[in-house]
């Protein structure tokens, strides 16, 4: 069993930057594979970001490839995920996610933490 617990949402301006932090319980968090999630309202959930348990592989949905970086610090059962270049359209709950698998469905979800970007 994993709990996840997202924090370092809130409200940026646009072209700003955040950092997100998620938080894993257990000491197995090193051999999960994580993933960042984001829902805005009236949207389905999309894929934002993963990494796979080692950290030496990662993947990014296009909207976001070339503004964002995700990593992992096994020691603190953390991962990240940091913005930059904020648009309004990235407004939205982000969710982050464990898997054991690389890939499939995903386990265990956190709670979620509001990011909104206004213009």
């Known amino acids: 069993q994993v709990q996840l617990v997202e924090s370092g949402g809130g409200l940026v301006q646009a072209g700003g930057s955040l950092r997100l932090s998620c938080a894993a319980s257990?000491?197995?968090?090193?051999?999960?594979?994580m993933g960042w999630f984001r829902q805005a309202p009236g949207k389905e959930r999309e894929f934002v970001a993963a990494?796979?348990?080692?950290?030496?592989?990662?993947d990014y949905a296009d909207s976001v490839k070339d503004r964002s970086t995700i990593s992992r610090d096994n020691a603190k059962n953390t991962v990240y995920l940091e913005m930059n270049s904020l648009k309004p359209e990235d407004t939205a709950v982000y969710y982050c996610?464990?898997?054991?698998?690389?890939?499939?469905?995903?386990?265990?979800w956190g709670q979620g933490t509001q990011v909104t970007v206004s213009s």
């Open positions: 996610a464990a898997r054991m698998s690389p890939i499939g469905k995903y386990d265990y």
């Open positions: 257990g000491r197995t968090f090193s051999t999960y594979n």
């Open positions: 990494i796979r348990w080692s950290g030496g592989i990662t």
